[in-house]
Each structure stands twice: as structure tokens, then as C-alpha cells.
């Protein structure tokens, strides 16, 4: 008698929450943070900005941020008050999906025993990578990559690469059952990766090589047509929160009278990730020739897995090679992936499903094993356009998105700020309860430690003339500190233009300035390691106003 596969997955679950246990008791982390690497307080912060009822800036991806924001709503504008229900969220939910998506895919390539060794290859990898790497190179690897790679940040990609191995699963049965609804499923997640981070566009290679090869082109009509309401909401997201759309140079100028103008764009404006430094490639490739044990097997995995799906099913086959290839050919060549700071392998993690795969399906190159698979592959009901499962999803995926950013009124304040000391995108809020006394020539500042800020925290402490200072970079409107951009039609983009003179883990620090009348704010930090040294601001509190007469 089989096990029923849910009983099987159910104990990788749990062998996959008792690894992930493991290596959090092994690594460095500052109570609920692990090493982030910055990006994770503009996904924050505009989840932030639309728990509060208005689209800020979008520079990043609407996905995880609409997922962010009901927790937002709940813990206020402190990073680190939410950031308990963010890993949850990651670890109790997406994880587990991640690891039944895994074992979706690998049941569609071999069948169910194949599955349950790409669902433990999904749980065991990370960690037997270790071995491989250099002593050097263990903090990029484990304390940095892999809480990222597991859900133990802020940032988007972890979700990403689930939303990703979804569609993948998803396209698959397409393949096998040639049914719309299962197309339209496909298609929704495959959306829903794109808004979480654009650049999971290049996904649509291993999908677009299947269909031309199985010929599937309703099947293909039906995928493309589902991932047009993200491609539609990520353009509402983009031009309101912007002002215009990126990609294209188009911006949409808004009339006195409520009317709208569009501005002709001069020509394409590809991502900036889009430089194809083949050099920088081969750099990349070198230095994990200098890491890992063995760069011949990171190369020859892939290929050879190519050839032993090719042999069950040539659309397949291509399907994991064209996903696997679009991100190493662009991201690798990116400028912005790098091997030595590990963010080579954070930026290719949507492809780390096809190269799991790939590396699992070596068996298959056996003589008679790839035949017998083909005889056995069990057959599955198609989901019809009509069934529950796609009339949910579509609204859930594909409507409601779209209506709520449309919807939502765009941001006009300054309760959201860039501060460029650190690159963050950070909330003016939180309850610091600032105080400014005056003695003789100096300040006696005081406040509290914000309400929720979990773990070890320090803070920085800002001071600027109160008003008058001469613009920055096209800044106009500086009073207390901030300055924001002029009107481009999208939401208001302001600066901190304040010198940070101290770094303290104290709740009171002493300035003596010179004889002016100054703006005082205090920022809070933190980071993985609890060094005051360094660390991302993640909060900024309101002003208070000193004087030192002439």
C-alpha cells in the first residue's frame, strides 16, 4: 500500500522547521534580525504608507509590499515590531508551500518518487552546500545568504522564488493536461512574481521555449493573457506611485482640471540591470571557482540534468533551460550580482528551483529509467476556466490588486523619507517623545526607546538648521530637517538632509552647536550583529526645535 504523498510532505515540513532551528541556534542574529542587506525598509516602508491609506513612492515591486502592509497596519511604522509576524509569515507559510511546490514539480518531470527527492533536495541543499565553500567564505554563505534564501528577512525574494516554483508546478501540469484552467493558474503566479520583483520577468523564457516546442498554443494564449492583470497592476503601481513608467520613459502628466497628458517617450529605458558585462559573468564563475570545491560540477549539473529531462520530455526539458539560463545570463552579468558579497546567489534565487531540479534528474540519464517514467507518469484532471480554484484566484490575484492601488490616493506629506547615509526608506513616526533642553550653550537631548523595538537597538542622533538652508540636488521646501522633490505627478519624494553627529546605544546625548537655531531628530538602528558601529536606520522620530542666541 502507497502513502499518500500529503503524509509524506507533512514530516519534510517538519524536518524542514527542525533544520531551519538548527542553523538558527548556529548563526549570528540580533533577536528577530538576521542580516538584511538594506532593501528590506523600502518594501516596509510602503507597506507602511498603504496601511495608512496612501500609495508612496514605488520604486519596488507591489507584491510583497500589498502582503507587508496589513502587518504594517498592526505593528506602526517600527521595522522591528513587525518584523516577528514577517518571519512567521515566511517560516510558518511560504516555506512549507515552497517545499510542496518543489515536490509538485518533480512529480511532473518523473513522477511521485522523483518529487519526494526534489522536496528533500528543496530542504537539504542549502545546507550541504556548506561543506563546499571555503572557510572564508562561510558568513557570506550561512550567516548572510541563507536567511534570506529561508524566509528570515524583510526582503521580496524569498517569496519571489516561491511564487516562481508555483507557476513552474503550475505550467507543468499545463503541459500534461492541456487545460486552460490550469494555463490560467499558471499564468496568475506568474504575475504575482513579476509584481513581487519585475525582474522575474525573465522567468517567461522557460515557458515561451515550451510552448514553441509543444505547440501549445492556446495553452500559451491563455498563460500569456493570465499574467496581464499583474503587468497591468505593476503599471498602475509604477506610474502613480512614480509618475511615470520606467521601462518605457512614459509619463502622464496631470491637468489642472483633473485631465491627463501623456508625455511621448523619447525611446526604451531598460533596467539598469540589463548590462551584459560577459566579463563581469566570468568574473562572477572565477570567484566561485575560489570559493567552492568544485566549479566543473556547478557547471556540468545543469547540462547534464538538461539532457536526462530531455529524455522524458523535450518541452520540459527546455522549460528548465531556458528559466535556469535567462537568469544567469542576465543577472550574472549584472554589475549588481556578485559572488564575494553574496549577491550572486540572493539575485538568482527565482532560478535555484530549475537548477534543484536539474542537479535531481542525473538518475534519469540510466538506460531504461527515462522510458519507464514516460509509461508511468500518472495522469492528471485538467482544472476547468470555471472551477473554484481559478474564479478565487483571479480575483484574489489578478482583481484586487489592481483595484486597490488604483484606488488608493496618492501620498502628499512628508511622513516618508529617503536617508541617503544608509540608502533606506524610512517612516517619520514612532513614539520617541523627543525633548530638547537648553543650558547655557548646549542641548541636553532626551527621548525613549520606541514602543515593539525587539532586541538590542542604538540610535543616531541628526541636527540641521531649522529652515533656510540653501536646496540639494533640487530639494526646495527644507524646514526641520527635510526637503522634497519637486511635483513629478506620482507620490512625494522627500529627503532627511540632516548630519548625523552620533551614534549612541544611550537615551540622552549632550550637543554643543554653534549659535543658531537647530532641528533635532533621533533615528533608530539595528543590525544582525548588534555593532553600533554600523547597521540600517529603520525609524525616524519628529522633530524638536533648539536655539543658541547670538
Not at 528559466?323 to 545570463?329: H, I, P
Request: with cysteine; proline share 7%.
Amino acid at each position: 500500500m502507497s502513502i499518500r504523498p500529503v503524509y509524506v510532505l507533512a514530516v519534510l515540513v517538519v524536518v524542514q522547521w527542525l533544520a531551519l532551528a538548527v542553523l538558527v541556534a548556529s548563526i549570528r542574529h540580533n533577536g528577530w534580525l538576521f542580516y538584511q542587506g538594506g532593501d528590506e525598509t523600502f518594501y516596509y516602508t510602503a507597506g507602511w504608507g498603504i496601511a495608512g491609506g496612501h500609495l508612496p513612492q514605488t520604486s519596488i515591486g507591489y507584491g510583497w509590499t500589498l502582503l507587508l502592509a496589513p502587518i504594517a497596519l498592526l505593528a506602526g511604522p517600527s521595522y522591528l515590531a513587525a518584523l516577528p509576524a514577517v518571519v512567521l509569515l515566511q517560516v510558518l507559510v511560504l516555506l512549507p508551500l515552497g517545499l510542496v511546490f518543489a515536490y509538485g514539480i518533480g512529480e511532473r518531470v518523473a513522477g511521485r518518487w522523483f518529487g519526494y527527492t526534489v522536496a528533500v533536495g528543496w530542504i537539504v541543499a542549502p545546507y550541504l552546500a556548506i561543506p563546499g565553500f571555503v572557510h572564508r567564505f562561510h558568513e557570506q554563505w550561512v550567516d548572510q545568504f541563507l536567511p534570506q534564501a529561508l524566509g528570515l528577512t524583510g526582503l521580496s525574494d524569498f517569496f519571489a522564488m516561491v511564487a516562481t516554483a508555483g507557476a513552474a508546478w503550475l505550467f507543468l501540469r499545463m503541459l500534461d493536461t492541456r487545460g486552460d484552467g490550469d494555463a490560467v493558474l499558471a499564468g496568475l503566479l506568474t504575475g504575482l512574481s513579476i509584481g513581487i520583483k519585475p525582474p522575474d520577468v525573465l522567468f517567461v523564457a522557460g515557458p515561451l521555449l515550451a510552448i514553441l516546442v509543444a505547440r501549445r498554443w492556446r495553452n500559451g494564449a491563455v498563460y500569456a493573457a493570465a499574467i496581464l492583470p499583474a503587468a497591468l497592476t505593476l503599471a498602475v503601481w509604477k506610474e502613480r506611485g512614480l509618475g511615470h513608467l520606467p521601462i518605457l520613459g512614459v509619463t502622464i502628466v496631470q491637468g489642472a482640471a483633473g485631465g491627463a497628458s501623456v508625455v511621448p517617450p523619447l525611446g526604451l529605458s531598460l533596467p539598469k540591470s540589463l548590462n551584459f558585462d560577459w566579463g563581469h559573468l566570468g568574473d562572477n564563475m572565477a570567484q566561485i571557482r575560489e570559493f567552492f570545491w568544485s566549479m566543473r560540477l556547478v557547471e556540468i549539473l545543469p547540462f547534464a540534468g538538461v539532457v536526462a529531462v530531455a529524455r522524458v520530455s523535450l518541452a520540459k526539458a527546455l522549460f528548465f533551460a531556458g528559466w535556469l539560463a535567462a537568469f544567469v545570463l542576465v543577472k550574472g552579468t549584472s554589475d549588481r550580482a556578485n559572488v564575494q558579497d553574496g549577491t550572486f546567489f540572493r539575485l538568482l534565487m527565482p532560478a535555484w528551483p530549475a537548477y534543484l531540479v536539474l542537479a535531481a534528474a542525473l538518475p534519469l540519464l540510466v538506460p531504461g529509467v527515462a522510458q519507464a517514467i514516460r509509461d508511468r507518469l500518472p495522469s492528471l484532471r485538467p482544472i476547468t476556466l470555471r472551477s473554484r480554484s481559478v474564479l478565487a484566484s483571479g480575483a484574489l490575484l489578478g482583481a484586487v490588486p489592481l483595484l486597490v492601488l488604483a484606488a488608493l490616493p496618492i501620498l502628499h506629506g512628508r511622513t516618508i523619507v529617503s536617508e541617503f547615509t544608509n540608502n533606506v526608506i524610512v517612516p517619520i513616526g514612532g513614539d520617541f517623545d523627543l525633548r530638547a533642553t537648553r543650558s547655557g550653550g548646549a542641548v541636553k537631548l532626551a527621548w525613549r526607546r520606541p514602543a515593539g523595538a525587539r532586541g538590542a537597538v542604538f540610535y543616531r542622533v541628526y541636527r540641521s538648521p531649522i529652515s533656510g538652508q540653501a536646496p540639494i540636488g533640487g530639494v526646495t521646501g527644507f524646514v526641520d530637517g527635510i526637503g522634497c522633490l519637486p511635483d513629478t505627478g506620482g507620490a512625494t519624494a522627500c529627503r532627511l538632509l540632516m548630519d548625523p553627529i552620533a551614534a549612541t546605544t544611550a537615551t540622552t546625548f549632550v550637543d554643543r552647536p554653534p549659535k543658531q537655531g537647530w532641528s533635532y531628530r533621533v533615528g533608530l538602528m539595528a543590525n544582525w550583529v548588534d555593532d553600533p558601529t554600523r547597521g540600517d536606520v529603520l525609524l525616524i522620530g519628529a522633530p524638536v526645535r533648539a536655539s543658541i542666541p547670538g
